[in-house]
Nanobody, 124 residues
Framework: VQLQACGGGLVQAGGSLRLSCAAS????????MGWFRQAPGKGREVVAA????????YYTDSVKGRFTISRDNAKNTVYLQMNSLKPEDTAVYYC??????????????????WGQGTQVTVSS
């Protein structure tokens, strides 16, 4: 599976961005999808995840109520709508895919396929 993320950019605090991640080369509807991020000098962390059917989602505490993960299996695409952005959201954002084994997972090691990352910069 190849993943192509886009939609990052520079935005002022309080603004919004929508990230997209298009998948190709696999059966998208069989994969759970996740968004991860890595800020400068920090480790990569999970931001949000969604099961292959979209029936379950997960958000890390710092983005709850501000970010929404969704997917369109007909378009082989997963999205991350980011509202009320804060400077601490500044990071490279990565989408990733994992074989859905019947439960939602946020373990980074479970994700087999990764996109190239898209930079999100939030200015204060």
């Amino acid at each position: 599976v190849q993943l192509q993320a886009c939609g990052g950019g520079l935005v002022q605090a309080g603004g919004s961005l929508r990230l997209s991640c298009a998948a190709s080369g696999g059966t998208f509807s069989t994969y759970g999808m996740g968004w991860f991020r890595q800020a400068p000098g920090k480790g990569r962390e999970v931001v949000a995840a969604i099961r292959r059917t979209g029936s379950s989602t997960y958000y890390t505490d710092s983005v709850k109520g501000r970010f929404t993960i969704s997917r369109d299996n007909a378009k082989n695409t997963v999205y991350l709508q980011m509202n009320s952005l804060k400077p601490e959201d500044t990071a490279v954002y990565y989408c990733a895919a994992e074989t859905d084994n019947g439960y939602l997972t946020i373990r980074m090691s479970a994700y087999d396929y990764w996109g190239q990352g898209t930079q999100v910069t939030v200015s204060s």
